[in-house]
Structure formats: C-alpha cells, structure tokens
C-alpha cells in the first residue's frame, strides 16, 4: 500500500473517531427522533381538525339558529389546519396555540349541545364525540412523547464535548409543545340564557304549528385537552 493511501485511510479513520466522540451522530439520533415525535403530533391534531367540520354540520341540524358558535369554531380550526400547513415546516408553538384555541372555542360548542336531548342521543354526534375525544387522549400522549424527545435532545447538545459539535454543525434548540398565549389558557364564561328560546317546526299537513323549547342546562361541559 503507497504512503498516500495510508495517509487517507489514517485521516478517514481520524475523522471516524473525531465524529463518534464528539456525539455528532448522538445529536442526528436525537434530532430525528424529535421529527418523528412532532409528526405524531401533527398526525392527531391533523385528525382532529378533520373531524370538526362533520361535529358543527351535525349539531347544525338541530340548532342552526346559534351561529356565531359555529362561526367561532370552524375559524378556530381553520387557524389550527393553517398552522399544520405552514410552509417551511410547522411551529410547535404556534401548533399548540391554535390547537388551545381550537379548545376553547369547543366549551361553549358542547355546553350548547348539552341543552338538546334528542342531539345527545343522535348517533352521529356521539361517534363524532368519542372519536374527538380519542383523539385529544392521542394528542396528549404525543405531546409527552415529543417534548421529552426535545428535552432530551436540548439538554444533550448543551453539554460538553456536544456543545462544541453543535456550534460547529449550528443544531439550535428546539421548541417544546406548549401554550404561550396567555388568552388561550382562559376558559370561557357559557351563556345559556338564550338556548331555551322557543322554536318553530314545520307543522305536519293540515296540523298546526308546534313550539318547542329546548331545556336550558347548568351541566358543565367537559374539559378538551389543550
């Protein structure tokens, strides 16, 4: 073997080590399983925006007269389902903002539907339910999993000798999933005065009109996971 392929292979196996002691495949490892944490993520609250739309149409059905509460709903999952198609790649900060907004705008949506017996008992409407609740459960779970993958990930590239390959590779901390707008944190106050207002359905042939009054309702709706 001539003296410059000893000389290359030397500086290959030279780099080998300079690589592996320095935890630069430690942080790749480590950075990848952030990416396969925060799609995760993406999935279920891709999943859950999906299911809004046929939720509000459902309740629609039986209450139509309350729309700035739909109104308020199908804007709030339009922010989340912008949020996932962000170009560049998503934000998990902004993701679990309009995520918590999406939340919020659901209280007083199930406290409303709380007030219609035959709505609570439709079929549709409980499958829907079930799934979003489903859902939500997978939400939090993914959100455990990936900010301990990013807490992993950041607290390794901060330590010595990682923190000079870091410098030298520019990996940058990564943001963990979680609220940072103080007003999607609040929960909001539900006003049930107007839902017992009465309402008029078609009459049958040669019939008069009935009114009928839907029950109002203190029930607190259920928390949804921000």
């Known amino acids: 073997m ?3 392929s000893r000389r290359r292979i030397a500086l290959l196996a030279a780099a080998l080590a300079l ?12 950075d990848e399983q952030v990416n396969t944490a925060k799609g995760q993520i993406e999935v279920q609250l ?9 939720l509000v149409n459902t309740v629609k059905g039986y209450a139509r007269q309350e729309q700035q509460i739909f109104t308020d709903v199908a804007r ?6 912008g949020a996932l198609a962000r170009p560049g790649g998503t934000d998990p900060e902004e993701l679990a903002n309009a995520n918590a907004n999406l939340s919020r705008s659901l209280v007083p949506f199930f406290a409303f539907a709380q ?26 779970v993914a959100r455990q999993d990936y900010n301990q993958a990013v807490q992993q990930y950041n607290t390794y590239i901060r330590r010595f000798p990682a923190a000079l390959t870091a410098k030298a590779t520019g990996a940058q901390p990564r943001k ?3 609220v940072t707008d103080a007003s999607a944190r609040t929960v ?39």
């Open 76 to 81: 709030a999952q339009a922010v989340l389902t």
């Open 46 to 54: 891709q999943r859950r925006a999906d299911l809004i739309p046929n």
């Open 19 to 30: 690589t592996t002691g320095c935890g630069y495949n430690t942080i790749q490892t480590l």
């Open 188 to 226: 909001p106050t539900v006003d049930m005065s107007d839902v017992g207002r009465p309402t008029t359905t078609n009459a049958p042939a040669g019939g008069a009109a009935t009114t009928t009054t839907p029950p109002a309702t203190t029930t607190t709706p259920p928390r949804t996971t921000p």
């Open 2 to 4: 001539s003296v410059p």
């Open 176 to 178: 963990y999933f979680e």
């Open 115 to 140: 007030a219609y017996p035959q709505l609570k008992s439709d079929q549709q409407f409980i499958r829907l339910q079930d799934e979003l609740t489903g859902t939500e459960n997978r939400i939090g």
